[in-house]
């Protein structure tokens, strides 16, 4: 690899998993937040972050003037090198792409990729190259490749505690905002206020981002319906009757409540929240990367799920559900009966659950199931999706070609080709709408979460410039082929809760105790929270307040602490 240098190794290197939101609710991160919702997230939260989709503005922006600096000989060069006609020596770009073992997918070379190859890079005398990072296992990977020198150019993230920590570690260099201008005009002209808003960092210009409309109604919890219609129960709308349903499942000898073990992405408390949360503490508390495991939302979610585990309504084998294939296949052989995900037209779960089950029924579940209120308060995305930063050891000349090269990939033709493949082959436009070929098997076949992880790089979700069309586009893109009506139901669900997101406040300097204390502290907290669930109910009090000091002692005091002193200086953002 060409990245043999350090500014700063690493002597630790941290572990990354993607988590999910026991029971129900809006996922964060990518948390996917790829979680978010995780939130992938958007997240991300996602995270995971966030959305998975397809379909583009193809006819809603043809109007769109290409302006991209690299086909601007006109543009006013100022202490920039004008790089329109190529740059005179080769110059390598490395691309990071998310590799989610897609089965047949070379997520480094396929069709698209050397596409980009043919249609950027050859023009420009630039070669890309497209380096794989685990989506599980994302943070080890690209922590692994800093401190040996051979991280990509783009150092991502869905989360901006993760970001930061890449910059606290000396991983990300500054920016040149009209350097960014002056290479990427389409791409900054859309993002100006977005990076300035949300990009400086101790007062540096750190980092830049793909543009978010955000959407939630892509993580479902699906539900056994005929499960459900079995035990004679209706569609539960809060916890209480949830937890009913849980009841008569076990009666009835049927499976039970799933659940996945929250390893990160720690968004499993929003539905404890109440309209008494301050700022304040929403801004000590909220942390995809660290649990807060000693606030009262935390408790409050421990003590139900420790009763719903001791009454046999929750899966009995939780914590060994450390990833969604795990709960998946739970949900898929009848032993659970809800099953939370980020859902795409691709997805084979309910088809593989009909193998199994051939009268099996399945629906969205109402996302107030998973509150004791019925409020489903949710992670909430920040107006942008991905996080990025340059690396440090990335050079002026290849800096240059990464502001090119997402320049040419913002332009609405390359986009929409990146999204949808070559038009009239993979696909073609029903009432404006982009719609894929379902029996489509060329060599333009798109991965299975659409090439969004190649495209995520300059837009989250696909925007075609209209509500409507967008919803269209989604019901196309989202809904297995006969299942639109659990995206409409999704839809209606999330309608309702709208109002209920919460944006975390993002701090606008590091918190050096969150860096520092986060992989200790995800430990003590997977051990902590899975010993609180499995207890018997009389001895929760007292282990609850023991593992709280313990955690406070092992450095999350020092995070409370930090960000209260930061809150007090202003150093945030509300949103």
């Not at 005179?88 to 596409?115: M, S």
Request: proline share 3%.
């Amino acid at each position: 690899m060409r990245k043999n240098h350090l500014k700063r190794g690493m002597a630790v290197l941290l572990s990354a998993a993607m988590a999910a939101t026991m029971l129900a609710g809006c996922g964060g991160g990518d948390a996917e937040t790829d979680a978010n919702a995780n939130n992938d997230n958007n997240a991300e939260a996602n995270n995971d972050n966030q959305a998975d989709n397809d379909a583009d503005a193809d006819a809603a922006n043809d109007d769109v003037e290409d302006t991209s600096a690299a086909d601007n000989a006109d543009a006013p060069a100022g202490d920039y090198t004008d790089y329109s006609a190529g740059f005179p020596e080769n110059v390598t770009i490395q691309i990071p792409v998310y590799d989610r073992a897609f089965e047949g997918w070379n997520v480094t070379d396929n069709y698209y990729t050397q596409w980009v190859q043919k249609e950027f890079g050859d023009k420009y005398n630039v070669t890309v190259e497209y380096v794989a990072i685990g989506r599980t296992t994302e943070v080890a990977d690209y922590m692994q490749m800093i401190a040996a020198g051979t991280a990509p150019d783009i150092i991502m993230h869905y989360d901006m505690p993760q970001a930061v920590n890449y910059y606290g570690e000396g991983a990300l260099q500054p920016l040149d905002l009209d350097e960014i201008a002056y290479y990427a005009p389409t791409y900054y002209s859309k993002l100006a206020d977005t990076i300035a808003t949300y990009g400086s960092l101790d007062g540096q210009n750190m980092f830049f981002f793909a543009e978010r409309n955000a959407i939630y109604y892509n993580w479902v919890t699906l539900i056994r319906q005929d499960w459900l219609d079995q035990v004679g129960a209706a569609m539960p709308t809060n916890l209480d009757e949830l937890e009913e349903v849980g009841r008569k499942w076990k009666e009835a000898g049927l499976g039970t409540l799933g659940a996945l073990l929250v390893q990160n992405s720690f968004t499993y408390m929003y539905p404890y929240f109440d309209d008494s949360i301050s700022t304040e503490d929403y801004a000590k508390y909220l942390d995809l990367n660290v649990a807060p495991f000693t606030w009262k939302p935390t408790e409050d979610y421990l003590r139900r799920l420790n009763a719903q585990y001791n009454e046999g309504i929750l899966d009995q084998n939780f914590y060994l559900k450390d990833e969604d294939a795990k709960w998946k296949a739970a949900f898929v052989a009848g032993e659970v009966g809800t099953y939370s995900f980020y859902i795409n037209s691709s997805t084979d779960v309910i088809t593989s659950l009909l193998a199994n089950d051939a009268n099996a029924k399945v629906s969205v579940m109402d996302t107030g199931a998973g509150s004791p209120s019925g409020k489903a308060y949710y992670y909430e995305y920040p107006p942008y999706g991905m996080i990025m930063g340059i690396n440090s050891t990335t050079s002026d000349e290849e800096r240059a070609a990464v502001w090119m090269f997402l320049d040419w990939m913002i332009q609405p033709e390359n986009l929409t080709f990146f999204q949808n493949g070559p038009e009239g082959e993979a696909y073609e436009l029903v009432d404006g709408v982009p719609t894929a070929k379902a029996d489509y098997e060329g060599e333009a076949k798109r991965s299975q979460n659409n090439n969004k992880d190649y495209w995520c790089l300059v837009q989250e979700v696909v925007d075609l410039g209209d509500e409507e069309l967008n919803y269209k586009a989604n019901l196309a893109t989202l809904a297995p082929a006969g299942y639109e009506d659990l995206i409409k139901a999704s839809y209606d669900y999330n309608v309702a809760q709208a109002d209920n997101g919460i944006v975390t406040p993002i701090f606008t300097k590091v918190i050096a105790a969150s860096s520092d204390n986060a992989e200790a502290l995800k430990a003590d907290w997977k051990e902590f929270y899975v010993d609180c669930i499995t207890c018997k109910p009389d001895e929760f009090d007292a282990k609850y307040a023991e593992h709280c000091q313990t955690y406070l002692d092992d450095g999350y005091q020092a995070i409370l602490d930090e960000k209260t002193a930061a809150f007090s200086a202003g150093d945030y953002i509300a949103n």
